[in-house]
């Protein structure tokens, strides 16, 4: 079983900075298709970025296209979700998922068979 364990989140003003991680447990964790979604209160759960097995290539949600950066590191079987810029509006939990299949459709979350538990970020106005 692949367990998926995110940290950076928190309280954060309007046009700062996160950095959100999600570590895996699986060691062939570079093979696998990544992901980020959130949710906030009351919403459904969105597509924020994900990236494909070899990493080079990223996909991004609209709303946050040009201001986060999906990243990874092969060798702590970690991956990064950079956020700058950040608005009220991206406050929400923030969740890490993976899948060992490639050529996927990376924007659906029933493509994903592993999540995080979830991390919150706020953003203050």
């Known amino acids: 079983q692949v367990q998926l364990v995110e940290s950076g989140g928190g309280l954060v003003q309007a046009g700062g900075s996160l950095r959100l991680s999600c570590a895996a447990s699986v060691r062939t964790f570079s093979s696998y298709t990544k992901g980020w979604f959130r949710q906030a209160p009351g919403k459904e759960r969105e597509f924020v970025a994900a990236i494909n097995w070899s990493g080079g290539i990223t996909y991004y949600g609209d709303s946050v296209k040009g201001r986060f950066t999906i990243s990874r590191d092969n060798a702590k079987n970690t991956v990064y979700l950079q956020m700058n810029s950040l608005k009220p509006e991206d406050t929400a939990v923030y969740y890490c998922?993976?899948?060992?299949?490639?050529?996927?459709?990376?924007?659906?979350?029933?493509?994903?068979?592993?999540w995080g538990q979830g991390t919150q970020v706020t953003v203050s106005s």
């Open positions: 998922a993976a899948t060992p299949r490639s050529g996927v459709t990376t924007r659906l979350s029933v493509t994903y068979d592993y």
